[in-house]
Nanobody, 122 residues
Framework: QVQLVESGGGLVQAGGSLRLSCAASGRTFSRYVMGWFRQAPEKEREFVAAISRSGGDTYYADSVKGRFTVSRDNAKNTVYLQMNSLKPEDTAVYYC???????????????WGQGTQVTVSS
């Protein structure tokens, strides 16, 4: 089992940057694929990015490709989401999630953080 805690959200102007962090408890962090999802008001939770257990493979939604970068530090039990060139449509609660297998679907992930709000003003 793993507990996840996100941080780094906030208010930023369009074109700005934020870096989200997700700290995991436990000694098995490297066994999990880590995903980032987001949910805007009255919208479904959607896939943003994911990173393989070793960090060697990354996956992105088309809407963030080229602007967001997912990375992980297994020694620190932490996954990051660097968000550049932010747009108002990126406004959402961002969640990190963990599962032993990669998936683009939120229902496949067993462990979730509490979320962190990202607001991008125009």
């Amino acid at each position: 089992q793993v507990q996840l805690v996100e941080s780094g959200g906030g208010l930023v102007q369009a074109g700005g940057s934020l870096r989200l962090s997700c700290a995991a408890s436990g000694r098995t962090f490297s066994r999990y694929v880590m995903g980032w999802f987001r949910q805007a008001p009255e919208k479904e939770r959607e896939f943003v990015a994911a990173i393989s257990r070793s960090g060697g493979d990354t996956y992105y939604a088309d809407s963030v490709k080229g602007r967001f970068t997912v990375s992980r530090d297994n020694a620190k039990n932490t996954v990051y989401l660097q968000m550049n060139s932010l747009k108002p449509e990126d406004t959402a609660v961002y969640y990190c999630a963990a599962d032993p297998r990669h998936s683009y679907y939120s229902y496949d992930y067993n462990y979730w953080g509490q979320g962190t709000q990202v607001t991008v003003s125009s």
